[in-house]
């Protein structure tokens, strides 16, 4: 079945440095790679997400981009700021259906 | 637009009782999903139901089971708690037939004594 990795478990940065997250997955018939951030103490919270016909897509500081021959993903987030403080999940799904399995985590801190 | 609601938020059960939390998702949304949060596992994801049908599980013991009601209302209930099933338990519903955003509810955090 489907594996998704993720590097760094654990991420600091200075405000307004860039912060970068890694994944890899290993069913190549997954086709939808969501990325969600969740905060201390709340719901996890869809930030950006890319479909496997698209290379790489833009919202504002966020970025991600995907590699489908080696199956790996990435969020880029820019001019990092303190609330951007949180934990993100990458994800891949599985065909048919809301099926999707996710990364462990990484735990990003912006040290102001 | 209401978001998706989950009760109850907190319990406390003990070991061997079983439990049953419920889902409410966004009007108008067919498909309800059900993720295991623990800091160690991460997300993992319990099953799918898409009107009213069981569309996908995942790797969990028979004692997890759930359904969906034809409001699109969902439970989850398990049976015969083991401490390990100590976990925050997330719902999260989406309006499409095949992947997409998922909202999540608030959570229903289990604690097994």
């Known amino acids: 079945g489907e594996n998704v990795e993720q590097h760094p478990s654990t991420l600091s940065v200075q405000e307004g440095d860039s912060a970068v997250i890694k994944c890899t997955y290993s069913?190549?018939?997954?086709?939808?790679f969501p990325w969600y951030k969740q905060e201390l103490g709340k719901r996890p919270q869809l930030i950006i997400d890319i479909r496997s016909n698209v290379g790489e897509k833009k919202d504002q500081r966020i970025a991600v981009t995907l590699n489908k021959t080696a199956k790996h993903f990435s969020l880029h987030i820019t001019e990092t700021q303190p609330e951007d403080s949180a934990v993100y999940f990458c994800?891949?799904?599985?065909?048919?259906?809301?099926?999707?399995?996710f990364g462990p985590g990484t735990r990003l801190s912006v040290l102001p | 637009k209401a978001g998706v609601t989950q009760t109850p938020r907190y319990l406390i059960k003990t070991r061997g009782q079983q439990v049953t939390l419920s889902c409410s998702p966004i009007?108008?949304?067919?498909?309800v999903s059900w993720y295991q949060q623990t800091p160690g596992q991460g997300l993992q994801f319990l099953f799918e139901?898409?009107?009213?049908?069981?569309?996908n599980k995942g790797n969990f013991p028979g004692r997890f089971s759930g359904r969906q009601f034809s409001n699109s209302r969902s439970e989850m209930n398990v049976s015969t708690l083991e401490l390990g099933d100590s976990a925050l338990y997330l719902c999260a519903s989406n309006g499409l037939a095949g992947a997409g955003e998922l909202f999540f509810g608030e959570g229903s955090r289990l604690t097994v004594l």
């Open positions: 139901y898409f009107s009213e049908t069981q569309r």
């Open positions: 069913d190549s018939a997954s086709n939808y």
């Open positions: 009007s108008g949304h067919r498909s």
């Open positions: 994800a891949a799904s599985i065909p048919y259906g809301q099926n999707f399995v």
